[in-house]
């Protein structure tokens, strides 16, 4: 009776563990990001549309910028549209957890601790962080132990407020959610300096009549990657052959030159 009643048991638990299973792969199979954005036609796209000049409102009031056009260019190669989702940075990555996107393209630097929840595609940019300060400013910061004492702004939740928190002790750090008024403070003196992508702060010197300065070199190297849920290993291939393409025919160096001057793909 008892070896009848652990058979009943145990083939109980086998068809338990076989419908677990089944649902585990049919979940899986329900978020084949590859075939769902081709039978959709688009790729939805996370991205701030508030930082320039990877992607910012133009002057007809489109979204414009190195990323946005990046971003068209993949979709291109995938054989589907772009549809870009403006969305602040601090719930970007949410976003793309709960699905309402497809990937982030937005500067997201490719790191160990990021590597654990997400996956990244090859890099389509190399850059570093840069302190931006006032002109007259320009010789306050040579390192990184310069940064000591003084008010430093960054984004709330970016690699830069990490690095920051990290690496540098003594540092009255502001965080801000949003470009326009982090940037607005430094030119008003509220805080003494921001650490930024050293390819947006060059293009901020330019932008602003060479009223701010880079002071120093970039504190670290940095590679940003498309971010992609974990378990799209296919859609994460296709991504890395279409970056490769697009290195391949020049579209990336034509993208990167247009916006920088200089090829900073690589």
């Keep these: 009776m008892k070896l009848a009643l652990f058979g009943r048991q145990a083939l109980m638990g086998v068809m338990a563990v076989a419908l677990v299973a089944g649902m585990s792969v049919k979940t899986y199979a329900a978020e084949n990001l590859l075939n769902k954005v081709k039978e959709r036609g688009t790729l939805l796209v996370g991205l701030e549309g508030t930082y320039p000049p990877f992607s910012f409102q133009g002057d007809d009031g489109k ?7 990046f971003a068209e260019a993949l979709a291109k190669h995938l054989g589907v549209k772009a549809s870009l989702k403006p969305t602040k940075w601090d719930g970007m990555l949410a976003s793309l957890d709960s699905k309402r996107i497809d990937v982030v393209i937005n500067q997201v630097t490719i790191s160990d601790e990021r590597k654990k929840k997400y996956d990244f595609s090859t890099p389509y940019t190399v850059s570093g962080i840069q302190a931006l300060v006032k002109k007259e400013n320009a010789q306050s910061i040579k390192t990184a132990a310069d940064l000591k004492g003084k008010k430093v702004g960054v984004g709330l939740g970016t690699n830069y407020e990490e690095w920051l928190r990290q690496n540098v002790q003594g540092v009255d750090i502001r965080t801000y959610d949003d470009d326009p008024t982090k940037y607005q403070d430094l030119r008003v003196g509220r805080i003494d300096a921001i650490l930024v992508d050293r390819l947006a702060a060059l293009d901020l010197v330019k932008k602003t009549n060479n009223t701010l300065a880079a002071a120093g070199e970039p504190f670290s190297r940095q590679e940003a ?12 291939k296709a991504v890395d052959s279409a970056i490769a393409e697009m290195q391949k025919d020049g579209t990336l160096k034509k993208i990167s030159e247009k916006w920088f001057g200089a090829d900073v793909t690589k």
Excluded: P
């Design 225 to 236: 990657g498309v971010a992609v849920r974990k378990g799209n290993d296919d859609f994460v």
């Design 63 to 69: 979204l414009t910028g190195f990323e946005v056009e």
